[in-house]
C-alpha cells in the first residue's frame, strides 16, 4: 500500500532550526512536496524535490533520498510565525499526491 | 501561482439538506481536486474534475453523495448531499499547476458544521 510518515508534533525554540522527517511508500514516484498550513488556513505550496539533494529557499530547505524514500523539511532561524502544521506529500505514479497526516509544529519564545 | 476563491466560506447546515460549494480559478486549469479535510487530520481527495468529462471518484467517494460540476476551465462546484453531522468539515479545492512540477495550489476552504 501507500504510505506517508511523519511526526505527529514538534516543538522549537524561537531562532533555533528544527527538521521535519518524512518517509514514504507509493506505487511510483512523481515528486515530493511539503506544504505549511496554518490553523484554519489552506495548505501553501513550500517546495517540490524529484531528485535526489538539498533544495534551498530562504530560511526553508528540503531533502530528498529516492533510494531512502525519505525527505525531510529543515527551517532555520525559526519565528514565531512558523508555527503552523507541515504537510509531506509524495506523487505517485499516476500523478495522484498521497497525503501524510502533517506535523504540528510549535515555536515557544 | 493561481488564485482561487471559494463560496461559502463557511455554512451552517441542518441534517438531511444540500451544500453547494464554488471554487473559482483567475486561470484557465486543466484539472481541479476537491479535498475533504477533518478536524486534526491531513487532507482526503474526494474527487478530481477535468472539464468536459466525469469526474474521477476516490475510493469512499460517490457521486449521488458528492456531485461534481465542471462548466469549464475555471470554475467547479461540488454538492454535499443529503448531510449528515459527519461530514462537518473543510472541503477544499486545488488546482494543478500544470509543467513539470505538477504544484497542486489551494482555495482557502469552506468551513462546513451539520447539525
Known amino acids: 500500500g501507500q504510505n506517508i510518515d511523519q511526526p505527529t508534533e514538534m516543538t522549537a525554540t524561537e531562532g533555533a532550526i528544527v527538521q521535519i522527517n518524512c518517509t514514504y511508500q507509493?506505487?511510483?514516484?512523481?515528486?515530493l512536496f511539503w506544504y505549511q498550513q496554518h490553523a484554519g488556513e489552506a495548505p501553501t505550496f513550500l517546495s517540490y524535490n524529484v531528485l535526489d539533494g538539498l533544495e534551498e529557499k530562504g530560511r526553508f530547505s528540503s531533502f530528498l533520498s529516492r533510494s531512502k524514500g525519505y525527505s525531510y523539511l529543515l527551517l532555520k532561524e525559526l519565528q514565531m510565525k512558523d508555527s503552523a502544521s507541515y504537510l509531506c506529500a509524495a506523487m505517485d505514479s499516476n500523478y495522484q499526491l498521497i497525503w501524510g497526516a502533517g506535523t504540528k509544529l510549535i515555536i515557544k519564545p | 501561482s493561481a488564485v482561487i476563491s471559494q463560496k461559502p466560506s463557511r455554512d451552517i447546515c441542518q441534517r438531511g439538506t444540500s451544500l453547494t460549494i464554488q471554487c473559482q480559478v483567475d486561470?484557465?486549469?486543466?484539472?481541479m481536486f476537491w479535498y475533504r479535510q477533518q478536524p486534526g487530520q491531513s487532507l482526503t481527495l474526494i474527487a478530481t474534475?477535468?472539464?468536459?468529462?466525469?469526474?474521477?471518484?476516490e475510493s469512499g467517494f460517490v457521486i449521488d453523495k458528492f456531485p461534481i460540476s465542471r462548466p469549464n476551465l475555471t470554475f467547479s462546484t461540488l454538492t454535499v448531499s443529503n448531510m449528515s453531522p459527519e461530514d462537518s468539515s473543510i472541503y477544499l479545492c486545488?488546482?494543478?499547476?500544470?509543467?513539470?512540477?505538477?504544484?497542486?495550489?489551494f482555495g482557502p476552504g469552506t468551513r462546513l458544521l451539520v447539525l
Open positions: 486545488s488546482v494543478d499547476s500544470g509543467g513539470w512540477q505538477e504544484t497542486q495550489y
Open positions: 474534475a477535468n472539464q468536459g468529462s466525469e469526474a474521477t471518484y
Open positions: 486561470s484557465q486549469v486543466t484539472m
Open positions: 507509493t506505487s511510483g514516484f512523481n515528486g
